[in-house]
């Protein structure tokens, strides 16, 4: 009788213990609601633990996972994903909720990958609901494993980071972009090995902004320096300097199985007849920008081993390792002394100072004449010969010679080079309408971005593309008498001209006239919202100028103008100025982004000079009837 009050009393007490577990997560849920009211779902515990260890001839780390997520939406749809490649393996992948997928990973910014992805989706999921992640990831090859991230896409209340390194492995971390969140971390010593445990509170979710500098800038992470390992029997380096990892590189590179014989016919055909050293070299380079199209790779050790020579020329197509390396057997064969170099684009935040896979992302060609390098990134079509993009402008490079390297740095540009023009040549006729004739001319990398869709669009709209350019799609401008020159990479400068005729620009009271002189208003909606988080980064530096010149009628005269002014800032320049001749109205607009970015800081006095810019766009040049 006692056992069955007993039982009968567990039974009772059932049914509250789930109620009071449910509204746990309720309330969970109720306050990362108000703490992150846009949010779908928030992880309350989150944990990893990563260990290094030797398992035979393997060096690996192991990453296990738990986390809880508990849904701050009704009926809200999420997922969770692991990825994995031929260095990794998901060993460990449970859910309490939804249907666990394996599939090849797929991103538009890669041509091919061996990557896959093992994930779940939460479908409808309700308000206040748990759901918990159980996952085991092995890293096969350490050279692989170079980052720990601190934030997710998710909110996390709580996060913890244990970090468990053998003495025998010598492991540095470096924490990235900590400030202004709560981590903690706390080193423990024991006989045979440190343990890093780094516990962050209340990180917010990690978003992507428009334009903004990459995660390894923004984001809070840990980045991992694998060095070497001792046990006092066996030793093996991995990255212990920038010598070793250029020696892994170029490891790979002896690897290859060049085959340049395939096309010394074309080399002769291309080159045949150019005179100078510097004629062959644009052609060759030209050859390979507008003949092998470009594509992403992300393939295990073929992300930085170049394909041969040979396929991607057969093939028509290669990455960046695989193009610099068919134009560095081109130029060898016409006696250019042309090299392999490796380098970090502008969105790594990272240098050669630190031996990290992380430090490079990309690779073009070097040429060495006398005591100096000039650099070719065949990637960038129709950039002509000594024109550098800004992803690569300023950025540390490593150029192999042999068994050493060399570290330069691609020259820095100034936005002159990207210089764009517009030009007006008006007449305000008796029947107070605009007419006159257009043209731009683009530079650098604002004409390569021009040729490159000039190039990329079908035949029948190309006439479009050039009469929406030239009226920068306003409704109001009729351009006709199309022309336009200098579509490759040999031309310095591309321009495009017209007819044009300029509607609703003219307004008549009396005997007053107010016209409203600039059709383009450049930079009209640049302004940033306040809620911005990160820094603007632009595509390339900007030098833009505004030239319009107008004839008034011989009856009228010009009684009023806009102010002139002129900001400058360590990050940008604009300068409007009016002035009139006796029946000539001229008015020129500079803007200059030497730096190619607005930085948060500077978002306050960029968004004041954007406002000053739309009032003079608004105020008209008043004339008056004589």
Known sequence: MIFMRKKLLIVLLTPFVYISYGQKYIEIAKQARQDYPEEVAVLNESTLDVSFQKRGDQF??????????????????????????????????????????????????????????????????????????????????????????????????KRIIKLIIPRAFEVEFMEKNFDGYHIQKEVEEREKSIIYTYVANKIPGYKKEDHAPGFTFTAPHILVLVKKYNNGKEHHTFFESLNDMYGWYHSLVLQMENKPDVFANLVQEVTALKTSEREKIEALYYWVQDNIRYIAFEDGIAGFKPENCQKVFTDRYGDCKGMANLLK????????????????????????????????????????????????????????????????????????????????????????????VAQLHLELNDELQLKGEMMQQFNGEAK??????????????????????????????????LNWEGITQYDDQTQVSGKVQIDHAVSAFDQEIYLFVDPFKIFEDASFDEDRKYDYWFNFKRSDEVQIEITIPANFKITSLPENFTIKQSEFEMEVAFSQTDKTLKYNLKVEIPTAQISKGSMEQWNAAISKLNELYEQPVTLKKI
């Open 60 to 157: 690996v780390a192991i990453e296990k996972r738990k986390e809880e997520f508990v849904c701050i939406q009704g009926e809200a749809d999420f997922g969770y994903v692991v990825f994995y490649d031929e260095n990794s393996k998901v060993t460990k992948f449970k859910s309490d909720l939804g249907r666990i997928i394996d599939a090849k990973y797929t991103d538009q910014s890669f041509f091919e990958a061996n990557g896959r992805m093992k994930y779940v989706h939460f479908k409808s999921v309700p308000y206040g609901k748990e759901n918990f992640i159980d996952v085991n990831k092995t890293h096969t090859d350490l050279r692989y494993f170079t980052v720990v991230n601190v934030a997710s896409i998710y909110p996390c209340n």
């Open 448 to 481: 390569s971005t021009f040729i490159y869709y000039y190039r990329n669009i079908e035949s029948n709209y190309t006439e479009e593309l050039v009469e929406n350019v030239l009226s920068l799609n306003n409704d109001h401008v009729k351009v006709t008498d």
């Open 329 to 420: 057997e081109m130029l060898l064969q016409i006696g250019v002394d042309a090299r392999l170099a490796w380098l970090g684009t502008k969105k790594v935040a990272y240098s050669y100072d630190t031996p990290t896979l992380m430090a490079d992302n990309h690779m073009i060609c070097a040429i060495k004449q006398g005591g100096s390098y000039q650099f070719l990134d065949p990637t960038e079509k129709y950039l002509s010969v000594g024109e550098y993009a800004e992803r690569i402008q300023g950025r540390q490079v490593l150029v192999e010679d042999g068994e050493q390297f060399e570290l330069l740095q691609v020259p820095n540009k100034e936005s002159e080079q990207n210089k764009w």
